[in-house]
């Protein structure tokens, strides 16, 4: 029986081809069951992390408060203390690991984070001026404590975060379509603007009293204590619009990953795309930050250990990389009660602990690699 080499080569091309479509098949269920696991563990450490507290309230108490049932006390403990605290680390960590994700992406800089941009440093200096300026330093009520703690409005230092986060936003990127839309310009840009808002930050606290400079030394720690319902809901709305955005031009974040050169081949406006991407990012860290004060290294964390386990595809790994910051955020409020000895640590604190081996550790990695 004779069999022509060009017929035998079809066979094995589609033989071929069944084994990739396979292989393609079986690699994309195992990263779906990845993030259905990770849902699933993001679930249980909520559960968790809304049980345990410094309280020594049961589980059995506990649950009964959830659904506003047993004492007035556990009842307010649970749904106004606890309940708003978990729904922040779930939203603020999915928020900031997204956030340093995108732009990683589009910066092509592995070290790249909300940080990056400056846009936590500018956010401190709104914080500083409000508290320092308005309601607690030299402009206003002097060294009085009564007085400034009449006067202090949290949400009137929110704003003042978020306007200048902003506005360091819009200067940084202004500056680079100005000067050259390229990723190192835009981290120089950002570093430059970044030392400004810092400078500016201390001559605020030189200035200050010891009411106001204390006020704002607190303000500076990642705390989720200070969230509220309607905090949780201005942040919620922030991060899913934009989860959804980054969600939605996956593809085009894949074909970042080739260079400026194969994303414009495929069709990509790559400067006008990068300028969207990071500005939605940094909005996503200023609402964050502005309510919550600096939550380091969540957004270097969690990217850069989802990319180990799903790879670069931004199909899976925006949706896994989202997951992962609000369990690294719950664990570590988790964490913090824990150590606290009946207070919360500043889960900033835990973050950082956790985020600079792990900084040192891709610093190094990279090293090795290139040599």
Known sequence: MLISSEGYNIS?????????????????????????????????????????????????????????????????????????????ALVAGAGLSISGLIMQTTLGNVMASPSTLGVSNAAVFGANLSIIGF???????????????????????????FLFAFLSILLV?????????????VVLAGIAIGAIWTAGTTILQF??????????????????????????????????????LFLV??????????????????????????FVSLLVASLITAVVVSFLGIIGFVGIICPHSMKKIVGHD???????????????LLASDTLSRGLGNGTALPVGAI?????APFFLYIIFANRRSRA
């Not at 990127?173 to 310009?185: E, G, K, M, Y």
């Not at 074909?255 to 994303?263: E, V």
């Open 12 to 88: 094995v091309s589609t033989e071929f081809s069944r084994d990739i479509r396979r292989e393609y098949a079986k690699k994309t269920s195992s990263k779906i069951v990845f993030i259905a696991v990770m849902a699933l563990l993001v679930a249980v450490m909520a559960f968790v992390c809304l049980f345990i507290g410094s309280s020594r309230m049961g589980l059995a108490e506990s649950w009964d408060a959830l659904w506003g049932q047993g004492t007035a006390s556990a009842v307010r403990i649970v749904r106004s203390i606890r309940l708003p605290r978990v729904i922040a």
């Open 135 to 161: 309601a607690g330093g030299f402009l206003t009520v002097g060294s009085n404590v009564s007085d400034y703690g009449s006067s202090a409005n949290p949400f009137a230092t929110s704003f003042f975060a």
């Open 173 to 185: 990127l202004a500056l680079c379509r100005i000067r050259s839309f390229s990723p190192n310009a």
């Open 207 to 244: 200035f200050a009293t010891d009411v106001g400079l204390s006020a704002a030394v607190v303000w500076n720690f990642g705390d989720l204590g200070r969230a509220t319902y309607g905090v949780d809901w201005i942040m919620f709305s922030v991060v899913a619009v934009g989860f959804v």
């Open 249 to 274: 031009f996956s593809w085009r974040y894949n074909a970042l990953l080739g260079g400026d050169a194969t994303a414009r081949s495929l069709g990509v406006h790559v400067d006008s795309f990068r």
């Open 314 to 328: 931004h199909r899976f790994l925006i949706p896994s990389s989202f997951l992962a910051g609000s369990l690294l």
């Open 351 to 355: 973050t950082s602990l956790l985020g």
